[in-house]
């Protein structure tokens, strides 16, 4: 925002450990403060979004079983509302469409076609894919009606 680095961030949990404001402008402040994760997450939908944007740490979670729930999430969302959710970043990146089939098949026909079979790296890799803003800017979830 400010055009130069002010405080320490990264894609992973931990990196802000108090709060620190910045200053934007002359008018406007902000704070940064650190996220505070339960330890146990009953909502199992929650717990995969977390794992999806990799709120959570990696040990905590199976990378094919959230790579999988991830397309379909996705796809539940495009086929809710299309004018807001658009899965062309998997179509155009893995050359097959995931609307077609659900999130494990999608997984392995990926994973068949792109890596010799091996599951486990082309879920770490989508997964990737998704942080990494490769598939597009996309939401997992739809703004409340």
Known sequence: MLGRRVVDSARRAGVTRSLRWIRISSEIELLDAPGVIPTRISNLENAIKLAVCEDIGEAAYDNQVV???????????????????????????????????????????????????????????????????????????????
Not at 100 to 113: C, F, I, P, Q, R
Request: no cysteine; charged share 25%.
């Open 67 to 145: 790579a999988a729930a991830m397309v379909d999430l996705l796809t539940g969302l495009q086929a809710n509302d299309e004018s807001l959710v658009s899965v062309s970043g998997f179509k155009s990146r893995y050359k097959l469409d995931p609307a077609s089939t659900n999130g494990e098949d999608y997984l392995h026909e990926v994973a068949k076609d792109r890596y010799k079979g091996d599951v486990e790296r082309t879920a770490r890799q989508m997964l990737n894919d998704f942080r990494t803003g490769v598939l597009g800017q996309l939401g997992l979830e739809l703004p409340p009606t």
